[in-house]
């Protein structure tokens, strides 16, 4: 079955220090892909960054970086150089086959992030 | 640019009344339409996703239903709710090979 785990209920960071929040996942399929979303204490979902599994190289977008490793299942976000307003909530997330007709997603239990200046 | 509205934003009903969330979007056409529901410091759940008019499927089996009588409109109901039926709801939409993008969703206290 395919599910998304995120261990870390809740993580601290310093301000301006980089920061790595853990995603493992489950799924047989070939054609996947792998999202984080971030949610501020507002509720609204924030798309941040988006990893296909045929993509061989890491996605960035800005301060966000996606650590892929399809062998070991992981996609670990990194943030660097952390920011007050990073301080949400951050669900990793996947959409199984990618590209089709539908890109349902299944998300994971979520990781609080909590900036400290 | 496409937006997605969703209201209410918040609302406290009284068990075995009836519910009506409506999301449109706009600036897309033909979007697939998702609600999902979050319980309080968990994930979210699927609850039905739609890839048309008239189309609807639902994930889990629950007191809900959904309906999209227009291709950018998509609403959420219920005919008579339950205590359990509290919960942050959002709708999202996408288009192939896009992400999701997400409502500001609604607050339902059932009380």
């Known amino acids: 079955a395919q599910k998304i785990t995120q261990t870390q209920p809740g993580m601290f960071v310093q301000e301006k220090e980089a920061v790595t929040l853990d995603c493992t996942y489950d799924?047989?399929?070939?054609?996947?892909?792998l999202f984080w979303y971030k949610q501020p204490s507002s509720g609204e979902m924030i798309f941040l960054i988006y990893?296909?599994?045929?993509?061989?190289q890491n996605a960035t977008e800005g301060r966000y970086s996606l650590n892929f490793q399809k062998a070991r299942k992981s996609a670990n976000l990194v943030i660097s150089a952390s920011q007050l307003g990073d301080s949400a909530m951050y669900f990793c997330?996947?959409?199984?086959?990618?590209?089709?007709?539908?890109?349902?997603?299944?998300f994971g239990t979520g990781t609080l992030l909590a900036v400290q200046p | 640019s496409q937006t997605i509205h969703q209201w209410p934003a918040t609302l406290v009903q009284p068990v075995g009344s009836p519910l009506s969330l409506e999301c449109t979007v706009e600036?897309?056409?033909?979007?697939?339409l998702y609600w999902y529901r979050q319980a309080a410091g968990r994930g979210l759940q699927l609850l039905f996703y739609?890839?048309?008019?008239?189309?609807i499927s639902s994930e889990v089996p629950q007191n809900l239903s959904a309906s999209r009588p227009q291709d950018r409109q998509f609403i959420l109901s219920s005919k008579k709710l339950l205590l359990s039926d509290s919960g942050f709801y959002l709708c999202?939409?996408?288009?192939?090979?896009?992400?999701?993008?997400f409502g500001n969703g609604t607050r339902l206290t059932v009380t």
């Open positions: 999202a939409w996408s288009t192939r090979n896009s992400p999701l993008h």
């Open positions: 799924t047989s399929d070939q054609s996947y892909g």
């Open positions: 990893q296909g599994s045929y993509d061989e």
């Open positions: 997330a996947m959409s199984l086959n990618y590209g089709g007709a539908t890109n349902k997603l299944i």
């Open positions: 600036g897309t056409s033909n979007p697939n």
């Open positions: 739609s890839v048309g008019i008239g189309q």
